[in-house]
T-cell receptor
Framework: SQQGEEDPQALSIQEGENATMNCSYKTSINNLQWYRQNSGRGLVHLILIRSNEREKHSGRLRVTLDTSKKSSSLLITASRAADTASYFCATVSGNTPLVFGKGTRLSVIA | NAGVTQTPKFRVLKTGQSMTLLCAQDMNHEYMYWYRQDPGMGLRLIHYSVGEGTTAKGEVPDGYNVSRLKKQNFLLGLESAAPSQTSVYFC??????????FGPGTRLTVL
């Protein structure tokens, strides 16, 4: 079974707008990670947030984590056409490997 | 520094044929993983390894075998391919359970 569930499944926005994707999970975690996948390519790591952190930033990316609600959000500010991709959250619990959600497909229209 | 490489990039098999996918990493990572990705789905873990000579089952291990004879290599074998194994296969490696680094994928079609 998949731990993380992203919402929405698909998102279409205009260039320059902000994009927000959410991830919910079921059990306690050590960390939560966000990855990007361009069509036909391997996944690329974006950001890792540990269970004792509430917010992290990396360039135009902002990730929040609410362990009480078992949820995380990824915000991409001032989106660009090059941000068009699928975005996955993945969780680590104990010593088990990453468990990925099904992803959010983001389309940024120029 | 090539990161994670996968061989081959594409392959077409007939039902019942066997093949081996090779994954290599040059980052001295302890952990290596094999995933499959089907259309509209996330990644599902097939098998993984936490060190040379060790392997463990993931979420969807049936029909696959793996070996980790060298730290830098992780092989995925299909002994008797089935159409249900048509998928894109990704290998990844990591240091412990932190950031995973992915290969470019192998697109496998089983006819």
């Amino acid at each position: 079974s998949q731990q993380g569930e992203e919402d929405p499944q698909a998102l279409s926005i205009q260039e320059g707008e902000n994009a927000t994707m959410n991830c919910s999970y079921k059990t306690s975690i050590n960390n939560l990670q966000w990855y990007r996948q361009n069509s036909g390519r391997g996944l690329v790591h974006l950001i890792l947030i540990r269970s004792n952190e509430r917010e992290k930033h990396s360039g135009r990316l902002r990730v929040t984590l609410d362990t009480s609600k078992k949820s995380s959000s990824l915000l991409i500010t001032a989106s660009r056409a090059a941000d068009t991709a699928s975005y996955f959250c993945a969780t680590v619990s104990g010593n088990t490997p990453l468990v990925f959600g099904k992803g959010t497909r983001l389309s940024v229209i120029a | 520094n090539a990161g994670v490489t996968q061989t081959p990039k594409f392959r077409v098999l007939k039902t019942g044929q066997s093949m081996t996918l090779l994954c290599a990493q040059d980052m001295n990572h302890e952990y290596m993983y094999w995933y499959r990705q089907d259309p509209g789905m996330g990644l599902r873990l097939i098998h993984y390894s936490v060190g040379e000579g060790t392997t463990a089952k993931g979420e969807v291990p049936d029909g696959y075998n793996v070996s980790r004879l060298k730290k830098q290599n992780f092989l995925l074998g299909l002994e008797s391919a089935a159409p249900s194994q048509t998928s894109v296969y990704f290998c990844a490696s990591s240091s412990l359970t932190d950031t995973q680094y992915f290969g470019p994928g192998t697109r496998l079609t089983v006819l």
